[in-house]
Nanobody
Framework: QVQLVESGGGLVQAGGSLRLSCAASGLTFSRYAMGWFRQAPGKEREFVTAIDWSGANTYYSDSVKGRFTISRDNAKKTVYLQMNTLKPEDTAVYYC???????????????WGQGTQVTVSS
């Protein structure tokens, strides 16, 4: 079956960096766009960033643009999220997701990981 497994979360001070990884199995990874989402306590899940199947196109929310970078290695079936200049408001559970198609101009995510906790202390 399809599995998306996130790793790399942890506790970091404000201004620090973390790199998250999401390893995929059970799917033809290169045919999927990949996204990262996050959910903070008491808040709805929000979009963070996405990358198309080839890695040529990336998309970011305004809140992370210029600080976060998404990338992928199709040979390793892994997508990465490099997070720099972290802020306390970045604290959340981070999820990766795989999308096989676009619906109404938006990626339609078919599979989700279990999430990894990122905590940024002030």
């Amino acid at each position: 079956q399809v599995q998306l497994v996130e790793s790399g979360g942890g506790l970091v001070q404000a201004g620090g960096s973390l790199r998250l990884s999401c390893a995929a199995s059970g799917l033809t990874f290169s045919r999927y766009a990949m996204g990262w989402f996050r959910q903070a306590p008491g808040k709805e899940r929000e979009f963070v960033t996405a990358i198309d199947w080839s890695g040529a196109n990336t998309y970011y929310s305004d809140s992370v643009k210029g600080r976060f970078t998404i990338s992928r290695d199709n040979a390793k079936k892994t997508v990465y999220l490099q997070m720099n200049t972290l802020k306390p408001e970045d604290t959340a559970v981070y999820y990766c997701a795989a999308a096989s198609r676009v619906v109404a101009g938006q990626y339609k995510y078919d599979y989700w990981g279990q999430g990894t906790q990122v905590t940024v202390s002030s």
